[in-house]
């Protein structure tokens, strides 16, 4: 709560930031992740790949955590169950 107060208090420097939690993750990966927290099977159409798509993405948070002390405390599988269940949280 502490690092996102500071970034919106700031509001004469804008930048971006990649805010991720250090593990690589595919898209079938996160497909289960997704049908883990949402307890729905997706209806996933495979495709063939395109010469730009990336196989896994882990994002560098150096930048996040020099300028603000930022470090993950939720993995991504926790962040995706807690998102659903803020979802449904505020749909009911």
């Known amino acids: 709560r502490r690092q996102r107060q ?3 208090r700031d509001r004469t420097h804008i930048t971006t930031y990649n805010v ?3 593990e690589g ?5 996160l497909v289960e992740h997704v049908e883990a927290a949402t307890g729905r ?3 996933v159409e495979y495709v063939p790949a395109r010469g730009y798509d990336c196989r896994c993405n882990v994002l560098n948070i150096d930048k996040i955590n020099a300028e603000h002390d930022w470090t993950p405390e939720v ?6 169950l807690r998102t659903w269940k803020w979802i449904q949280f505020r749909l009911a």
């Open 6 to 8: 500071m970034c919106i």
């Open 20 to 22: 991720g939690y250090g």
């Open 25 to 29: 993750c595919t898209i079938n990966q």
């Open 41 to 43: 099977k997706l209806d």
């Open 75 to 80: 993995s991504l599988k926790k962040g995706l």
